[in-house]
């Protein structure tokens, strides 16, 4: 008798059939104070980007993922307790029960019969227990681009006009990446395009943009010869102009050939000798929330037609029961600290613009909170003062990457309520390091940036309850982490713990919880995380003067996990382990 699977996780449709039970619920916002802050305002003032996507999705190249049911069909081994999405997951027939041809990280999901009928098949090939999974996205606007999306045809088969074929591309063009953003130059190549910019590349290679012609290796050749610029930057710019035009004109193509070719760059089958940039496909799958691609499949194994998604941002999808567990463990540790930050940031009467207007919204992005902080006192000549580092970043060009590293990696995951603070400490936590560095004592940095922090924070309004708060965090703390998280030094690990304790009855919360302190501890690393992570090839850096952005150097790298992200910018400590937060 064929094996059943017995297992349904986050399942809405019940357990009715005899062989499933049901554990979980999706979160629906039962308890508003869990609200991340794209939960609580997903259009971030609604830009022109987030309308785009609004209207691509109407237009049916994108689909919300979390709207669908979705399931993952597997078999439990022997033994094994628990199962959860793994970011490193590789369908290339390894044990992992996600065996495929496409040999990239990914994760197959589709409606809830074919998934069981994919773990039946699995159960009685593999042994073990068949298990179903309901799969979603901790990304409340994650959608998949469907692969067979037409620009002639609609969603439900009616013709499209030219003008309503234009509109399409208009929008795709509006949630194109930067270049240099999408894929940064590496370091040493930093000032490589200041005198030839990419778009020059065109003309020089006798080509249009926007059209079916497309860079490949002679021009890449051609363009060296003429502008003396090294091979290897003018072929990522070429490969990362290609792809963001392909985007445009043929979006189901692009996103086929990113999944066919992930492991392996090779010439598309349909544009001979193009050249394509993955880098810059996943950057625009992050500016547009995409983690998958939906595609028709035929499947000899269990004789069935269906749609299926293909999900390769596996950092943002689980189980729906996981997921659930995980807001709830979040908001456990830092909920209390939300909570009293609020009730603290709320009584504050300050009035001035950069403490009302730009500080207490959770979605002000990162280059705008360093330079409005610049129109504050004479703080414009302090963040463009060389930051006193082997790499001459300024103080402006740190700090917006420091607050880049938190926003990409944990501010849609605190809750909303916390990243006011978060944007607050990692604005200030080297504001005193110029002067330091000018008066020959980087050694004694601690005192001056608690000295220009406390000055930066009365000249927006901030109390002085919240600067102290914030004082504490970015100089003792920081200390401990460094000496605790870095060095491996366990008496300073008890002692931040301590002084996080400390920290908290300061702020109001009584008698402190071990998870209470867990949260506050949280908070410390996120920041030691961020900052560290500013001296590694994951953190990207924009030049003030020339917008052209590029990955740093390595100092720090071996302090961190090797990235998993599509775009390689995600961080992750070593010595931080089961965080919470990863």
């Not at 692009?254 to 999944?259: D, E, P």
Request: with cysteine; charged share 30%; hydrophobic share 30%.
């Amino acid at each position: 008798m064929a094996k059943r699977p017995e297992a349904v996780s986050g399942s809405k449709t019940g357990g009715k059939t005899g062989w499933e039970s049901v554990s979980g619920t999706p979160y629906a916002g039962k308890a508003p104070e869990k609200m991340t802050r794209r939960e609580a305002n997903r259009d971030f003032e609604r830009t022109e980007g987030y309308k785009a996507v609004q209207r691509l999705k109407a237009a049916g190249l994108l689909k919300d993922f979390n709207s669908d049911e979705m399931y993952h069909g597997r078999t439990a081994k022997a033994g094994e307790t628990g199962w959860h999405v793994d970011r490193h997951y590789d369908n290339a027939g390894n044990a992992t029960g996600h065996a495929n041809i496409n040999k990239v990280a990914a994760l197959n999901v589709a409606e809830l019969s074919v998934a069981r009928d994919y773990a039946r098949l699995r159960s009685n090939s593999e042994g073990g227990r068949g298990e179903l999974h309901r799969i979603q996205s901790s990304d409340p606007d994650a959608v998949v681009i469907d692969r067979h999306f037409s620009f002639k045809t609609g969603p439900n088969g009616e013709k499209r006009t030219a003008a309503e074929q234009a509109k399409i591309r208009e929008d795709l063009v509006k949630t194109m990446p930067e270049l240099t953003d999408a894929v940064p130059l590496d370091f040493a190549q930093r000032k490589a395009l200041d005198k030839t910019p990419p778009s020059a590349f065109y003309k020089i290679a006798g080509k249009k943009p926007m059209t079916e012609q497309y860079f490949t290796a002679d021009d890449v050749s051609k363009i060296c010869k003429q502008t003396g610029l090294e091979s290897t930057t003018v072929r990522k710019m070429c490969e990362a102009l290609n792809t963001r035009q392909m985007l445009v004109l043929d979006p189901g193509y692009a996103a086929r050939n990113f999944l066919i070719a992930r492991k392996e760059s090779k010439p598309t089958e349909k544009y001979p000798g193009a050249l394509m940039s993955q880098e810059y496909f996943a950057s625009w799958s992050q500016n547009t929330h995409t983690i998958g691609v939906s595609r028709k499949v035929k499947s000899p194994n269990i004789r069935r037609s269906f749609r299926a998604s293909y999900l390769f941002e596996l950092g943002k999808v689980d189980s729906a029961e996981n997921l659930e567990t995980q807001k709830e463990s979040r908001w456990r540790r830092t909920g209390r600290v939300a909570l009293r930050m609020e009730r603290l940031m709320g009584r504050e009467k300050s009035d001035t613009p950069y403490f009302q207007r730009v500080l207490r919204n959770p979605n002000t992005d990162p280059r705008k909170l360093v330079e409005e902080a610049k129109k504050v006192g004479d703080y414009k000549k302090v963040f463009e003062a060389d930051s006193g580092v082997k790499e001459k970043y300024t103080l402006q060009e740190h700090t917006e990457t420091v607050l880049r590293n938190f926003d990409e990696n944990y501010a849609d995951k605190v809750p909303a309520k916390l990243v006011p603070l978060m944007h607050l400490a990692l604005l200030v936590h080297d504001i005193g390091k110029p002067e330091a560095a000018r008066n020959g004592e980087r050694s004694n940095q601690k005192v001056y940036n608690d000295k220009e922090a406390r000055r930066f924070m009365q000249q927006i309004g901030v109390g002085p309850h919240t600067s102290e708060l914030v004082r504490g965090m970015i100089g003792h703390a920081q200390e401990l982490t460094t000496n605790g998280y870095i060095k491996g030094d366990a008496n300073a690990r008890a002692e931040l713990d301590r002084y996080c304790s400390q920290m908290l009855v300061r702020l109001g919360v009584q008698n402190p919880t071990k998870d209470d302190i867990g949260g506050m501890r949280d908070l410390c690393l996120m920041i030691q995380t961020c900052d560290s992570a500013a001296y590694t090839t994951m953190a990207r850096t924009r030049d003030a003067k020339t917008n052209i952005t590029y990955r740093n150097l390595g100092s720090f790298n071996r302090t961190f996990m090797n990235p998993t992200g599509q775009n390689k910018r995600d961080i992750r400590m070593k010595n931080i382990s089961n965080w919470v937060w990863d």
